[in-house]
Protein backbone atom coordinates (compact mmCIF):
# COMPACT_ATOMS: atom_id res chain seq x y z
CA UNK A 1 0.00 0.00 0.00
CA UNK A 2 1.36 3.64 -0.99
CA UNK A 3 2.67 5.40 -4.01
CA UNK A 4 5.53 7.49 -4.97
CA UNK A 5 4.63 11.08 -3.04
CA UNK A 6 4.95 13.11 -6.58
CA UNK A 7 2.09 10.73 -7.58
CA UNK A 8 0.32 11.71 -4.63
CA UNK A 9 0.46 15.22 -5.13
CA UNK A 10 -0.49 14.59 -8.62
CA UNK A 11 -3.58 12.63 -7.77
CA UNK A 12 -5.03 14.74 -5.16
CA UNK A 13 -8.03 16.52 -5.50
CA UNK A 14 -11.30 17.20 -3.75
CA UNK A 15 -13.83 14.10 -3.84
CA UNK A 16 -17.61 15.14 -3.36
CA UNK A 17 -18.95 11.55 -4.08
CA UNK A 18 -18.49 8.60 -1.58
CA UNK A 19 -19.68 4.89 -1.33
CA UNK A 20 -21.01 4.30 1.83
CA UNK A 21 -18.62 1.89 2.99
CA UNK A 22 -16.91 2.10 6.40
CA UNK A 23 -13.24 2.56 6.77
CA UNK A 24 -11.35 -0.02 8.25
CA UNK A 25 -10.11 1.05 11.45
CA UNK A 26 -6.34 1.06 10.85
CA UNK A 27 -6.97 3.41 8.12
CA UNK A 28 -8.73 6.07 10.03
CA UNK A 29 -5.80 5.46 12.57
CA UNK A 30 -3.03 6.52 10.04
CA UNK A 31 -5.05 9.26 8.54
CA UNK A 32 -5.26 10.68 12.31
CA UNK A 33 -1.25 9.58 12.84
CA UNK A 34 -0.30 11.27 10.06
CA UNK A 35 -2.05 14.53 10.43
CA UNK A 36 0.12 14.79 14.37
CA UNK A 37 3.14 15.19 12.40
CA UNK A 38 2.62 18.01 10.96
CA UNK A 39 4.89 21.02 11.67
CA UNK A 40 4.01 23.43 14.43
CA UNK A 41 5.44 26.47 15.73
CA UNK A 42 7.37 25.92 18.96
CA UNK A 43 6.46 22.10 18.88
CA UNK A 44 3.14 23.79 20.30
CA UNK A 45 1.38 21.16 18.92
CA UNK A 46 -2.08 23.24 19.18
CA UNK A 47 -4.55 21.24 16.70
CA UNK A 48 -6.94 18.48 18.28
CA UNK A 49 -9.53 16.91 15.95
CA UNK A 50 -13.17 16.05 16.59
CA UNK A 51 -13.60 12.45 14.18
CA UNK A 52 -16.95 11.44 13.59
CA UNK A 53 -17.28 8.15 12.29
CA UNK A 54 -20.64 6.16 10.75
CA UNK A 55 -24.03 7.20 9.71
CA UNK A 56 -25.01 8.39 13.37
CA UNK A 57 -22.14 10.69 14.07
CA UNK A 58 -22.00 11.87 10.60
CA UNK A 59 -25.74 12.45 9.83
CA UNK A 60 -25.37 14.59 13.20
CA UNK A 61 -23.11 16.99 11.46
CA UNK A 62 -24.89 17.24 8.00
CA UNK A 63 -28.10 18.11 10.48
CA UNK A 64 -26.42 20.91 12.09
CA UNK A 65 -24.79 22.57 8.72
CA UNK A 66 -27.14 21.95 6.39
CA UNK A 67 -29.97 23.19 9.01
CA UNK A 68 -32.34 24.46 6.37
CA UNK A 69 -32.60 20.66 4.93
CA UNK A 70 -30.03 19.41 1.45
CA UNK A 71 -32.56 19.48 -1.27
CA UNK A 72 -30.91 20.43 -4.51
CA UNK A 73 -27.68 20.18 -3.11
CA UNK A 74 -25.22 19.53 -6.37
CA UNK A 75 -23.40 16.69 -4.74
CA UNK A 76 -25.47 15.00 -2.75
CA UNK A 77 -23.07 11.84 -2.53
CA UNK A 78 -21.16 14.02 -0.21
CA UNK A 79 -23.14 12.75 2.48
CA UNK A 80 -22.18 9.22 2.29
CA UNK A 81 -19.07 10.05 3.30
CA UNK A 82 -18.58 7.59 6.62
CA UNK A 83 -15.63 9.67 8.12
CA UNK A 84 -15.27 13.27 8.75
CA UNK A 85 -12.57 14.81 10.64
CA UNK A 86 -13.12 18.51 11.97
CA UNK A 87 -9.62 19.46 12.61
CA UNK A 88 -9.30 22.20 15.50
CA UNK A 89 -6.94 25.33 15.93
CA UNK A 90 -5.71 25.79 19.51
CA UNK A 91 -4.46 29.11 20.01
CA UNK A 92 -4.18 29.43 23.78
CA UNK A 93 -1.79 26.56 23.50
CA UNK A 94 0.77 29.03 21.33
CA UNK A 95 0.65 31.66 23.66
CA UNK A 96 1.29 29.43 26.72
CA UNK A 97 3.81 27.56 24.88
CA UNK A 98 5.66 31.16 23.62
CA UNK A 99 5.23 32.06 27.25
CA UNK A 100 7.75 29.08 28.86
CA UNK A 101 10.99 29.67 29.57
CA UNK A 102 12.74 29.13 26.00
CA UNK A 103 10.53 31.19 24.29
CA UNK A 104 9.66 34.45 26.96
CA UNK A 105 7.14 36.14 26.14
CA UNK A 106 5.49 35.71 29.38
CA UNK A 107 3.08 38.33 28.42
CA UNK A 108 1.03 35.74 26.09
CA UNK A 109 0.33 39.01 23.88
CA UNK A 110 -1.67 37.68 20.40
CA UNK A 111 -0.26 40.77 18.92
CA UNK A 112 3.44 38.87 18.48
CA UNK A 113 2.27 36.99 16.19
CA UNK A 114 2.48 38.24 12.42
CA UNK A 115 0.00 35.38 11.52
CA UNK A 116 -1.73 33.27 13.60
CA UNK A 117 0.54 30.15 13.33
CA UNK A 118 -2.44 28.21 15.16
CA UNK A 119 -4.50 28.50 12.10
CA UNK A 120 -1.78 27.44 9.80
CA UNK A 121 -0.37 24.20 11.49
CA UNK A 122 -3.68 23.40 11.80
CA UNK A 123 -4.26 23.57 8.38
CA UNK A 124 -1.04 21.22 7.73
CA UNK A 125 -2.53 18.78 9.67
CA UNK A 126 -5.60 19.07 7.43
CA UNK A 127 -3.32 19.01 4.16
CA UNK A 128 -1.74 15.78 5.76
CA UNK A 129 -4.88 14.01 5.95
CA UNK A 130 -5.94 15.21 2.22
CA UNK A 131 -2.47 13.12 1.22
CA UNK A 132 -2.47 10.93 3.18
CA UNK A 133 -6.07 9.85 2.02
CA UNK A 134 -4.72 9.78 -1.60
CA UNK A 135 -1.83 7.73 -0.57
CA UNK A 136 -4.55 5.12 1.11
CA UNK A 137 -6.39 5.34 -1.97
CA UNK A 138 -9.05 6.84 -0.45
CA UNK A 139 -11.13 10.50 -1.78
CA UNK A 140 -11.09 13.42 0.51
CA UNK A 141 -12.83 16.90 0.63
CA UNK A 142 -12.14 19.66 2.54
CA UNK A 143 -14.70 22.24 3.18
CA UNK A 144 -15.34 25.05 5.09
CA UNK A 145 -18.50 24.96 8.34
CA UNK A 146 -20.52 27.92 7.85
CA UNK A 147 -22.91 26.64 11.01
CA UNK A 148 -19.76 26.73 13.35
CA UNK A 149 -21.76 27.74 16.29
CA UNK A 150 -24.27 24.51 15.72
CA UNK A 151 -21.16 22.06 15.02
CA UNK A 152 -19.87 23.26 18.62
CA UNK A 153 -23.55 22.90 20.28
CA UNK A 154 -23.81 19.61 18.73
CA UNK A 155 -20.52 17.95 19.86
CA UNK A 156 -19.23 19.70 23.01
CA UNK A 157 -16.57 21.59 20.94
CA UNK A 158 -15.21 24.06 23.84
CA UNK A 159 -15.03 27.73 22.74
CA UNK A 160 -11.87 27.95 23.20
CA UNK A 161 -11.29 25.40 20.05
CA UNK A 162 -11.97 27.08 16.31
CA UNK A 163 -12.90 25.14 13.57
CA UNK A 164 -10.93 25.76 10.25
CA UNK A 165 -13.02 23.57 8.47
CA UNK A 166 -14.16 19.95 7.88
CA UNK A 167 -12.84 16.56 5.42
CA UNK A 168 -14.77 14.34 4.66
CA UNK A 169 -13.28 10.82 3.81
CA UNK A 170 -14.25 7.69 2.06
CA UNK A 171 -14.20 5.63 -0.59
CA UNK A 172 -14.48 7.72 -3.94
CA UNK A 173 -17.66 6.65 -6.14
CA UNK A 174 -17.76 7.96 -9.64
CA UNK A 175 -17.24 12.43 -9.48
CA UNK A 176 -17.97 15.15 -11.88
CA UNK A 177 -15.35 17.54 -11.21
CA UNK A 178 -16.15 20.88 -10.09
CA UNK A 179 -17.09 23.74 -12.03
CA UNK A 180 -13.81 25.87 -10.59
CA UNK A 181 -11.38 23.33 -12.69
CA UNK A 182 -12.26 24.62 -15.70
CA UNK A 183 -9.57 27.78 -14.68
CA UNK A 184 -6.89 25.25 -14.73
CA UNK A 185 -3.77 25.73 -13.08
CA UNK A 186 -1.73 28.39 -12.62
CA UNK A 187 1.71 28.48 -14.45
CA UNK A 188 4.62 28.47 -12.16
CA UNK A 189 5.90 31.41 -14.28
CA UNK A 190 2.59 33.71 -12.71
CA UNK A 191 2.97 32.26 -9.29
CA UNK A 192 6.71 32.33 -9.01
CA UNK A 193 8.65 35.60 -8.02
CA UNK A 194 12.69 34.78 -8.23
CA UNK A 195 15.49 36.92 -6.28
CA UNK A 196 12.30 40.14 -6.41
CA UNK A 197 8.78 40.36 -7.30
Do not use: C
Amino acid sequence: MGMEFQDVVRRRRMVRNFDDRPLPPELVERLLDNARRAPSAGFSQGFEFLVLEGREQTERFWQATFPQGREGFQWPGLFRAPLIIVPLAHKQAYLDRYAEPDKGWTDRDESRWPVPFWLIDTGFAALLILLTAVDLGLGALFFGITQVERVRAAFGVPDAYQPIGAIAVGYPAPDRPSASLKRGRRPLAEIVHRGQW
